[in-house]
């Protein structure tokens, strides 16, 4: 019996009293049971004599608990007491240091931060002296090619000596040429003769009505523009429907691929925003507008801007393409519209309503090209002869500025809209409203669109909402934007739908797949 001399027992191994100890019958040793254990268990043999040895015949001896002994340190109040004041006093080093520490991270952070911001300035200034370095060498290009461009226009590239003895002969803006009025005249003729041939026929492959009941959001794409100054305010489509142009509240248009979603030219030159874009439907040549008073003519292959027209002395408000694809009306806050060559950029008319003055909001071409329709400020829709440059009618009726104009294909009706939430039909042959669409109060409306068969009317603004023309039913509502819709177009065929909006996305919307 060890009970008595358990202080006797000392291991063989670490000559300490061991806390849990067993007896070697081979050499009749105690040891520590954890290290004779690993050590037979390596070896196979008593650590002593050396003779073979397995765990199973350790014998436990059985003792009392082992109580250590406190440290001599710790053996009276005063060095209890030394102990927690020295532990107190490293807990604090330790916190001084971990304040030192995060003082200075904080210092180099706001260093960083500093520099950032720093940087961000000076790209920020040279962008800018970049943009007026162009516009410089925009202005004085010209004159390198021995040229003085006409009045009303800023030419961008130089000009073949050819075109610049023909533009000297060109009358001073205010008046057109019989070649151009015979332009304008067998333009028209045409248009309407094929109007007259299709009759009312559907053209093949036009969506239905069903199927545009069903449509549904097939793209979207946020990353068009920049999120700095967030926005997408126009829209227009290439003829073949395959690419978009955009113009956006970063002053930029954009050209978008949307069978491979890539951008395929960015057009920089505005110094504000862009709010109207035309993309020529036959020639790679995109228009945009700004209320920096400035027409852009641009090459969409090479981005380069072909011409600025200076037509107005106030913001452009609104433009359209004349049916030949060679010509340009314009509209904008100074009250005057401008009718301007596209290929020279020279504003070959001008014209306003000294009767009744207001700001013209928006523009378009009738289908056939000899008449157009402007909205003013005062609530009022204008339809002017291109010829003459006389005003032939007025479609009062809304309150507020009117907000946009479509022509429907058909050359009879007239869509209007206005900051009164309701949408307007007019027939061009009886001068009358025969419909009003009434929107849910406060809608805003901010574009129209007919399809290119006149089948169609696209409303947006606070949603997108298509109507079947004729019946005037609404076929669907598009309601995926999360900001202002500013415009839709439609696909040839009505195929899909497209939108750009203050979300700063273009989005498509089209038969489920």
Avoid at 28 to 44: A, D
Avoid at 103 to 127: G, M, P
Avoid at 278 to 290: D, K, M, Q
Avoid at 370 to 392: M, Y
Wanted: a negative charge; glycine letters at 8%; proline letters at 6%.
């Amino acid at each position: 019996d060890f009970e008595g001399s358990k202080m006797a027992l000392i291991c063989s191994i670490s000559n300490e009293v061991p806390e849990e100890p067993v007896l070697s019958p081979v050499s009749h040793h105690v040891f520590e049971r954890r290290l004779v254990v690993k050590y037979v268990e390596e070896n196979g043999t008593d650590p002593i004599s050396g003779e073979p040895l397995s765990v199973d015949q350790l014998l436990e001896i059985k003792v009392s608990p082992l109580v250590k002994p406190r440290p001599p340190s710790a053996t009276s109040i005063p060095a209890i007491l030394k102990l927690l004041q020295d532990e107190w006093d490293a807990c604090m080093l330790h916190s001084f240091t971990l304040r030192q520490q995060l003082q200075t991270a904080r210092q180099e952070l706001s260093h960083a931060l500093y520099q950032h911001d720093a940087a961000c300035r000076v790209i920020a200034r040279l962008t800018k002296e970049v943009n007026a370095a162009r516009e410089a060498l925009a202005s004085l290009k010209p004159q390198a090619a021995g040229y003085v461009a006409p009045p009303g226009v800023e030419q961008v590239e130089g000009i073949p000596p050819s075109q610049a003895e023909h533009m000297e002969t060109e009358p001073p803006p205010g008046e057109m040429t019989e070649e151009i009025l015979q332009k304008l005249q067998d333009t028209a003729a045409l248009l309407t003769a094929e109007r007259k041939k299709r009759g009312k026929k559907v053209p093949e492959g036009l969506t239905s009505a069903d199927d545009i009941g069903g449509f549904q959001q097939t793209a979207t794409h946020p990353g068009l523009h920049s999120a700095s100054v967030p926005g997408i305010l126009a829209l227009d489509l290439s003829g073949d429907s395959a690419r978009t142009i955009t113009g956006g509240a970063d002053k930029n248009a954009v050209i978008f691929q949307m069978d491979t979603q890539q951008i395929v030219a960015t057009l920089r030159g505005h110094s504000k925003k862009v709010t109207g874009v035309v993309y020529h439907p036959r020639a790679e040549i995109g228009i945009t507008s700004s209320p920096d008073a400035t027409i852009r003519i641009w090459a969409i292959d090479s981005s380069a801007c072909r011409q600025v027209v200076r037509a107005h002395e106030g913001p452009v408000t609104g433009i359209s393409l004349h049916a030949t694809g060679d010509y340009l009306l314009s509209s904008s806050t100074d009250q005057y519209w401008s009718f301007s060559d596209i290929r020279t950029g020279q504003v070959i008319s001008k014209g306003n309503d000294p009767a009744s003055p207001s700001a013209l909001t928006c523009a378009e071409f009738h289908p056939d090209g000899l008449i157009f329709g402007t909205g003013t400020a005062d609530s009022v829709v204008k339809i002017w002869d291109l010829k003459e440059r006389a005003n032939v009618a007025n479609f009062p009726g809304h309150s507020g500025q009117v907000t946009s104009v479509a022509f429907s294909e058909n050359g009879y009706y007239l869509a209007t809209a206005a900051d009164d939430s309701v949408v307007k039909l007019w027939d061009l042959r009886k001068l009358k409203n025969f419909k009003t669409i009434t929107l849910e109060e406060g809608y805003q409306v901010q574009s129209l669109c007919f399809d290119q068969t006149g089948t169609y009317l696209a409303v947006a603004g606070t949603d997108i909402q298509i109507y079947l023309c004729k019946q005037w039913h609404l076929l669907r509502t598009f309601a995926d934007h999360t900001g202002l819709v500013t415009g839709v177009r439609f696909g040839n065929n009505a195929a899909f739908v497209a939108s750009v909006g203050m979300d700063r996305s273009l989005k498509l919307f089209g038969p489920q797949e």
